[in-house]
């Protein structure tokens, strides 16, 4: 890996719900967590249950940002190996508050008795959690962030560093509007990540559930001219044979996430 480039690994790609067995190997069965690496800089898109597999060490202190709230997205934090090594102070950015003290507010709902042992603030790294900011900037590594489409809210974000870009668009319901949005903030990004969770027959008895297709994937991936499409939320019955039967029906530059894939920008 060169020092300006831009490296993604699939830790989890599962929506909705962790699952397990032979069915999923392929594909993975733990939930929404994507490591991005940028020189010294360590960057993690969600916290599902992926975020297990992260490593312990890192050259800098690592940040995490939380697109929404929903548990498939925090299940991962209280096992995350760097929240626990004291010689890392995580900064873990949290969406819809205004302050410090909302961010702990928010989080504690969740990590703390009884539902968990103890507040994340308690560990032994201390981590920072901290409101999300309209951007953000970490080194030559820069953050933006644009409201996405799903129930209680989502953020989508577009990182960029040394000219490379990448945009992350989970829990994202298409329409005419947000659809329109979503193209303009991805344009010419080299890399998107886009819901796919259902199929095109399975949308309609799930419409204004906060997710997306495939096909509506490809259209904002040509109208924004994305150069590569990378498909996230798998649902949780979709097994292996499923995701690669919709997989072969794909155009050029598209393909279903699969846990621990690395892609170098």
């Known amino acids: 890996m060169r020092e300006t480039d831009l490296q993604l690994t699939v830790l989890g790609a599962r929506g909705s719900m962790a699952r397990d067995g032979q069915d999923c190997a392929e594909f993975g069965g733990d939930t929404s967590c994507y490591m991005l690496r940028a020189g010294e800089e360590t960057l993690f898109l969600d916290a599902g249950s992926g975020l297990i597999s992260a490593p312990a060490q890192y050259p800098k202190d690592p940040v995490i940002l939380l697109s929404h709230l929903h548990l498939d997205h925090l299940i991962g934090l209280g096992m995350f190996p760097g929240i626990s090594n004291r010689e890392h102070r995580p900064q873990i950015y949290v969406p819809f508050c205004e302050d410090r003290s909302g961010a702990e507010a928010i989080l504690d709902r969740l990590y703390a008795p009884p539902f968990w042992p103890l507040k994340l603030g308690q560990l032994e790294s201390h981590p920072e959690l901290l409101p999300m900011p309209q951007s953000l900037r970490r080194g030559d590594l820069t953050v933006e962030t644009m409201p996405g489409n799903h129930p209680g809210g989502c953020l989508m974000f577009r990182i960029c560093y040394h000219g490379k870009s ?25 890399l998107l990540l886009y819901d796919a969770q259902y199929a095109e027959c399975e949308y309609e008895a799930c419409r204004g559930f906060g997710h997306s297709t495939a096909r509506k994937g490809v259209a904002i991936m040509e109208r924004s001219g994305v150069k590569r499409l990378l498909l996230v939320h798998h649902a949780p019955w979709s097994d292996d044979a499923i995701l690669r039967d919709r997989e072969r029906r794909l155009p050029a530059g598209t393909s279903y996430a699969r846990q621990g894939q690395v892609i170098t920008i």
């Open 166 to 190: 990448l945009v992350y668009a989970t829990d994202f319901e298409h329409g005419e509007e947000a659809s329109a949005r979503l193209s303009d903030f991805a344009r010419d990004a080299d």
